[in-house]
């Protein structure tokens, strides 16, 4: 038996990074997975999105574990396309178990308001949306996680005033995740279910490997190299890594869906190598 056998499992930004990750994680231990990818690209944010093709080889990895994937393409701030592709994934694979919203995008180094806004309507709304998609289809049991970020726990990180309006919408909108889901698990309590975000430091995914995050990263270079950042990455953590890679995230990910969690509810789950505390320390107890 699997940690999750029998669960259908909601992802979304599941094409690739974090997200692909968690389905081949789940589907590894026993889940079906419904998955959406914007699978497009967002004018202020300087990377680009995944691909159509990136989503269908997550669907690939999925059968290679032996488990059924649902994918549609939809953006997480159309709450109407999410609901379509919940119902679609619950029609073909009889029920709904969980939720994993973490599509996200990061739109750093520009002024344009827009980016600010385009980071706090994908990051917060997009949870939000992902969330109202799935409640009716879930039952005593769920459980409902969101990815935050160090980002939205710390402060001077995205949020510098130097690294535009997008850096500051992201911190905020992962603020108001944190948040959201912790009253969320208010919530759900009395019907049995329940709500937990979990933050991650940097994180070795294309999130991390883009033009824009060296830059942040080595502000003292003109354009700085993957190896230039890689000097700099270390400094966030307290381990002495430069990031997790998207299978630590997913461990959290797969504990906070199995019933091995089954009364850990409204929890900021933090995996990031000791970048809080270092940041954080405590108060000293009187
Ligand atoms: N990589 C990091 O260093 C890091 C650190 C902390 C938190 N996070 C968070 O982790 C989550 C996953 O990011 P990642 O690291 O895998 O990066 P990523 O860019 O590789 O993956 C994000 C995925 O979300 C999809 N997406 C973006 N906007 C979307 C939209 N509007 N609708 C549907 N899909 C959309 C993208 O196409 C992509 O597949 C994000 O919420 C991110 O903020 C990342």
């Known amino acids: 038996m699997g940690r999750v056998e029998g669960k259908v499992v909601f992802i979304t930004g599941a094409a690739r990074g974090q997200g692909r990750s968690h389905a081949i994680r789940l589907a590894q231990e026993g889940a079906d997975i419904i998955g959406v990818d914007i699978c497009a690209d967002i004018a202020t944010n300087s990377y680009g999105m995944a691909t159509r093709e990136d989503l269908d080889e ?9 488990r059924r994937m649902i994918a549609s393409v939809a953006d997480v701030r159309d709450p109407q396309a999410l609901k379509d592709a919940v119902a679609a994934g619950v029609s073909a694979l009889g029920r709904l178990d969980s939720v994993v919203a973490q ?3 990061c739109p750093m180094g520009t002024d344009d308001p827009e980016a600010f806004l385009d980071a706090v309507t994908v990051d917060l709304n997009g949870v939000i949306n992902a969330v109202q998609a799935a409640m009716p289809h879930l039952s005593k049991g769920a459980s409902i996680v969101a990815t935050g970020s160090l980002a939205g726990l710390v402060q001077g990180s995205t949020d510098n005033p130097d690294n535009g309006a997008g850096g500051l919408g992201y911190s905020w909108a992962k603020r108001a995740v944190a948040s959201f889901v912790h009253d969320l698990s208010i919530v759900l309590g009395p019907k049995g279910m329940r709500a937990n975000a979990v933050h991650p430091t940097n994180c070795n995914t294309d999130m991390l490997n883009s033009d824009i995050m060296y830059k942040i990263f080595r502000p003292d270079l003109d354009k700085p190299t993957r190896d230039d950042a890689l000097v ?11 990031y997790v890679e998207p299978q630590d995230i997913s461990d959290m990910v797969l504990f906070l869906l ?7 509810t409204g929890m900021q789950m933090r995996v990031d190598a000791g970048a809080y505390t270092l940041r954080r320390p405590q108060a000293p107890a009187f």
Do not use: H, Q
Not at 232 to 242: C, I
């Open 58 to 66: 997550t669907v690939r990895l999925v059968e290679k574990e032996g």
């Open 103 to 105: 599509a996200g995008i």
């Open 232 to 242: 700099a990455f270390p400094a966030m953590t307290n381990m002495g890594v430069p």
């Open 258 to 264: 199995s019933d091995e969690s089954r009364y850990v």
